[in-house]
């Protein structure tokens, strides 16, 4: 074989070695990264799902987390509400107390707050409560309506001891009078004490038409007097068993306001001065007023202080037992 030739078969065979062997290294490489990329991929892939079983468990957590906080939030309310409404078998019934300081509060005829109009109003016992009779004379007059209304924004209840030419005078004041439910009495025709005291005919003469007159505008029938300047010293034994033989109720008063006198509204303080001793005794005010514009004009000061003092306004009735001086 030439030499040439075999030269170049030997460099092919050289060239065919080498190029196994390179083969053989590329495999061998390939096997060794191929192990490296799975392992990595592998390990990020369990690294991704590690993490995303911690996210879920952060997120379990904070939904856990929220469903008990309103849960709580629900029981919170359920609980507030179940205060807030009782049941069916718990509420009470309109026809007993709620409880016992409701009962007590019934009983003495209301709220504890009351307000003003509330404790110069009718209700509670009367037996707990300080009185004052307020007592009118000489009307009516032209102030006797506004004298009225006034009276009943304080639902106070007085007693009107009156005149016969005024009432024929003022008639609407008297149905009021008696509509609003005070009392109504007489005070005599003349208030002139030589014509009224002159005999004991005379002061049963004067009360007998006033009480005519008085039923026949109102309708009602009043036994309740009151003599012109009070019983002392006039009314004497014999003048006093004359009116009682007739059912008349002779009242005077522990109370002189003397609005007559002091119009400027010093009669308030006056009054004032005297039921606080009247109550210091124990007794009852009877105050003594009058049908005039100048009494009318302070008369809210005095009406206050009363309410304010947890004084009950009542009208005398004639079942009570008369007060004389």
């Known amino acids: ?32 990264v191929l192990p490296l990329q799975s392992s990595k991929e592998r390990n990020e892939e369990v690294t991704a799902i590690a993490s995303s079983k911690v996210t879920d468990v952060h997120t379990s957590d904070e939904e856990n987390s929220q469903k008990e906080s309103s849960e709580e939030n629900q029981e919170r309310e359920l609980g507030h509400s179940s205060k807030e409404q009782p049941s069916a078998e ?19 005829g209301g709220n504890k707050e009351s307000s003003k109009e509330d ?4 209700g509670g016992n009367k037996e707990k409560q300080k009185i004052v009779y307020l007592t009118f004379d000489d009307g009516p007059s032209d102030v006797e ?6 009276l009943g924004k304080y639902h106070a209840k007085a007693t009107f001891f009156m005149l016969e030419p005024n009432m024929k005078k003022y008639p609407d004041a008297i149905k009021k009078m008696v509509n609003e439910g005070h009392a109504v009495g007489m005070h005599g025709v003349t208030h002139d004490i030589k014509k009224f005291y002159k005999s004991k005919s005379t002061v049963l003469e004067e009360m ?29 034994p014999e003048y006093k068993q004359a009116v009682n033989e007739h059912g008349y109720k002779l009242w ?4 002189d306001s003397n609005d007559w006198k002091y119009r400027d509204g010093r009669y308030v303080e006056n009054s004032i001065n005297q039921i606080k001793k009247i109550e210091q005794s124990g007794g009852e005010p009877i105050i003594l007023l009058h049908s005039k514009s100048s009494t009318l004009k302070h008369l ?16 005398i009735e004639e079942d009570m037992e008369p007060y004389h001086f």
Not at 6 to 15: G, I, P, T
Not at 90 to 108: C, D, F, I, R, V
Request: proline content about 5%; cysteine-free.
């Open 252 to 255: 005077d008063w522990n109370v």
């Open 119 to 122: 404790l110069a109003g009718q």
């Open 1 to 32: 074989m030439p030499l040439m030739k075999k030269k170049k078969m030997l460099k092919k065979s050289e060239q065919t070695v080498i190029l196994a062997i390179a083969s053989f290294i590329v495999f061998f490489i390939f096997l060794q």
């Open 90 to 108: 718990e509420e009470p019934s309109e026809k007993e107390p709620k409880n016992k300081e409701t009962e007590e509060e019934n009983l003495a």
């Open 145 to 150: 309506e506004e004298l009225l209304d006034l």
């Open 300 to 315: 809210s000061s005095l009406l206050d202080y009363l309410t304010e003092n947890g004084y009950v306004m009542e009208r």
């Open 208 to 236: 007998n038409k006033g009480q005519a007159s008085l039923e026949e505008i109102s309708g009602v029938r009043s036994f309740l007097i009151r003599t012109p300047y009070g019983s002392v010293p006039h009314m004497t």
